[in-house]
Antibody, heavy 120, light 110 residues
Framework: QLQLQESGAGLVKPSETLSLTCTVS??????????WGWIRQPPGKGLEWIGT???????SYNPSLETRVTISLDRSKDQFSLKLDSVTAADTAVYYC????????????WGQGTLVTVSS | QSALTQPASVSGSPGQSLTISCTGT?????????VSWYQQHPGKVPKLMIY???IRPSGISNRFSGSKSGNTASLTISGLQAEDEADYYC??????????FGGGTKLTVL
């Protein structure tokens, strides 16, 4: 059974970089049939797609975040990561890592989510 | 990209059927069959209920069904139960090779 687990700093200062890692267990991040991504949810608000990294390493990002976000793979550790630069209070959210089957909208695996608070 | 449009709230009595709509554009819902629906209970991880417009993942009750007409996708829940009370989100692929969510719908079981 595939499991995803987010890790990283829970408190980030304004203007700094948010960094999260998603560790994949029970499966391989090198599988060519899956895409790996991040979704966030501000407290009391809806879901927002952040971006995806394909098994090839190619990325796709939310246009509203594109200038600040980087998602990358580390195949040697079965991990993928999220970096979000120049954060503000508006970036405070629960961040989820996910897996989606390619050529479908089958996003079946989610991490438990991690709350990141941006505050000085 | 603007969020897909969902009603903020819907409600129904146990046993009833109800439908949640999700309206997009020709650049997302109307042009792709990559529409999915998620159920989220308070403090919990979103759960995939429907993918590719109308396919139920293994283990999802057949009381949940999905459809699409033009730029609007719909999630129908039949035989409403108390446990169905949750937030529901639609999600669609877009022509920009990105994904977009609806604003979410709060379902209340009366």
């Amino acid at each position: 059974q595939l499991q995803l687990q987010e890790s990283g700093a829970g408190l980030v200062k304004p203007s700094e970089t948010l960094s999260l890692t998603c560790t994949v267990s029970g499966g391989s991040i090198s599988s060519t049939n899956y895409h790996w991504g991040w979704i966030r949810q501000p407290p009391g608000k809806g879901l927002e797609w952040i971006g995806t990294v394909f098994s090839s390493g190619v990325t796709s990002y939310n246009p509203s975040l594109e200038t600040r976000v980087t998602i990358s793979l580390d195949r040697s550790k079965d991990q993928f990561s999220l970096k979000l630069d120049s954060v503000t209070a508006a970036d405070t959210a629960v961040y989820y890592c996910t897996r989606r089957l390619e050529n479908t909208s089958f996003r079946d695996s989610w991490g438990q989510g991690t709350l990141v608070t941006v505050s000085s | 990209q603007s969020a897909l449009t969902q009603p903020a709230s819907v409600s129904g009595s146990p046993g009833q059927s109800l439908t949640i709509s999700c309206t997009g554009t020709n650049n997302d819902v109307g042009n792709f069959n990559y529409v999915s629906w998620y159920q989220q209970h308070p403090g919990k991880v979103p759960k995939l209920m429907i993918y590719d417009v109308s396919i139920r993942p293994s283990g999802i009750s057949n009381r949940f069904s999905g459809s699409k007409s033009g730029n609007t996708a719909s999630l129908t829940i039949s035989g409403l139960q108390a446990e169905d009370e949750a937030d529901y989100y639609c999600n669609s692929y877009t022509s920009s090779r990105t994904w977009i969510f609806g604003g979410g719908t709060k379902l209340t079981v009366l």
